[in-house]
């Protein structure tokens, strides 16, 4: 398990609850998260206590293994796999019914 792979993951994991959410970096301050911390957390530079991670658990309601959901056996995800996941849950969350459907007819096509 290479951890530098799993602190950029796990970034990727926080931006994309981020953006769920509507919120900018700057937003996270009003959890007493430096804007400038919390960018480096989403960019995998730092490693997160487990007091910080059970904090972004309650920010972002959910549980402390949704954190890590990208990890397979190895602990492993290929960057392609994180930004399909990535903007693949962008789409469905935007609720916009004409993307939606082009995504499934695009899934239907290559599955």
């Known amino acids: 398990m290479d951890i530098e792979n799993v602190k950029k993951q796990l970034g990727l994991r926080l931006k994309a609850l981020r953006l769920e959410r509507g919120l900018r970096q700057e937003d996270m301050e009003k959890w007493d998260f430096s804007y400038r911390y919390y960018g480096r957390l989403e960019r995998g530079l730092v490693n997160p206590t487990v007091d910080t991670l059970l904090r972004l658990c309650q920010i ?52």
């Open 60 to 111: 972002f309601d959910v549980e402390l293994i949704d954190l890590f959901g990208f990890m397979d056996d190895q602990g492993e995800i290929s960057d392609d796999q994180a930004v399909v996941t990535m903007k693949m849950n962008e789409i469905v969350k935007s609720g916009d019914a004409e993307r939606i459907r082009k995504l499934r007819v695009f899934l239907e096509e290559i599955l």
